[in-house]
């Protein structure tokens, strides 16, 4: 079937309508004036599972309808990734056009600096040009905007997303995460996965970028439960509340610890890791409690990065810990894990030899290979959460402002 010039998107008009929606209703909204002005025949928007293994149906054409003539909530529609060209998009990161006698299929992906937040996928009667394409591809990019917007408001995005229930530590635990679980920048990219992503209870991870720093942490919480996400709570939001007062990695390191102290009881305590990437001298500053050591992937080869091991968080008010560095150099990869990766039943995943294996992919394939490759190992009987933040160090200077 010959290429044709599908028409013009209007960017400009599709984020107002969108604005002029409820959050609720804006997905719909938006994929009704994308079909009309496509002249195509379906626009859905497809999100990512929490699982990282599926897609559901979140909204799309003539949606909004349906729910007032069925007068309940439908059932979303989902798929599993494996396999899938849905799969294929999120990976790639690129759209993928297909083409029969009854019109052509377009997918292309929803994602905000490097967060993939699922697809968009159009039916067309007519094959689209490149320029038709570029058009969508850049509707879609629109359309992160919306999703990251709308999902602060209502809860029906974070529905759509789960396959399974949460346990009541899970849903503690999830408020403890960051909103994207990776960040693309000049400098940098960071990506974190914890998995299973709706049982246990313990494990965090958090990132957070300010003019001249980059601030990672990755804790884990002794037990299980909500007794374990309890503990995480008060150690994050200490953590977070030391960085936003704007104190140095000493000084939030050991504010946090008094705070666990002051609201655990004996014997409960929390494992981590807190590191800052001085983005001016290519420097990480790193705190670490008891934790399993980090990884380091330079030219290829992965490796251990040997560091001094300090009490962990929670055990005695007043400790001081020590701050060790570490230089980067452009094309570092930094990995930092939690004990459910290297736990007794996952003790054949080789973490070395598997960082090395995928040096050229991006963080946000790594993380989540690296659960996949755990959740195989233990026959999907884990034991604990297994929880993984990569960062990769492209270098270069901070961009800023010109003066």
Do not use: K
């Amino acid at each position: 079937m010959p290429s044709s010039r599908v028409p013009v998107l209007d960017l400009r008009e599709l984020m107002d309508m969108a604005e002029a929606a409820s959050p609720v209703e804006a997905i719909d909204v938006m994929a009704d004036a994308m079909a009309a002005m496509l002249s195509a025949t379906d626009v859905w928007f497809w999100i990512t599972d929490l699982s990282g293994r599926a897609v559901a149906r979140f909204g799309g054409t003539d949606a909004n309808a349906a729910r007032l003539h069925q007068g309940a909530a439908e059932d979303v529609p989902v798929v599993q990734l494996a396999g899938t060209v849905y799969e294929g998009v999120l990976r790639s990161q690129r759209p993928d056009l297909r083409t029969d006698r009854d019109g052509s299929r377009l997918i292309v992906p929803v994602t905000d600096r490097g967060d993939t937040m699922g697809v968009v996928e159009v039916r067309l009667p007519e094959t689209p040009d490149g320029f038709a394409i570029a058009d969508i591809a850049a509707a879609a990019r629109a359309l992160a905007y919306v999703v990251v917007g709308s999902r602060r408001h209502t809860d029906l995005f974070e529905w759509a997303q789960r396959s399974t229930p949460f346990s009541l530590a899970a849903e503690i635990q999830r408020r403890l995460l960051p909103s994207a679980f990776t960040c693309e920048a000049g400098q940098f990219t960071v990506s974190g996965w914890l998995e299973p992503a709706n049982a246990v209870g313990g494990d965090t991870f958090d990132y957070a970028l300010d003019r001249d720093s980059l601030h990672l942490s990755i804790t884990d919480a002794v037990g299980h439960d909500v007794t374990a996400a309890l503990l995480a709570t008060v150690l994050v939001g200490s953590l977070r509340n030391g960085r936003r007062h704007q104190l140095d990695l000493l000084d939030q390191a050991g504010r946090a610890n008094d705070a666990l102290v002051a609201h655990s009881r004996p014997g409960e305590f929390v494992t981590g890791q807190l590191v800052r990437v001085d983005r001016a001298r290519a420097r990480l500053a790193v705190v670490n409690a008891g934790h399993p050591l980090p990884y380091r992937v330079r030219g290829g080869e992965a490796a251990v990065i040997e560091l001094g091991i300090d009490i962990p968080f929670g055990l005695y008010a007043g400790h001081e810990f020590a701050v060790q560095h570490v230089d980067l150099r452009a094309g570092d990869r930094i990995v930092l894990v939690t004990d459910g990766i290297l736990e007794r039943n996952a003790e054949v995943v080789d973490v070395e030899a598997l960082l090395a294996a995928t040096a050229d992919r991006h963080p946000r394939e790594v993380v989540y290979t690296i659960g996949e490759e755990v959740l195989v190992a233990t026959g999907g009987d884990l034991r604990d959460d297994a929880t993984v933040v990569c960062l990769d160090w492209h270098g270069g200077p901070p961009l800023g402002r010109p003066d």
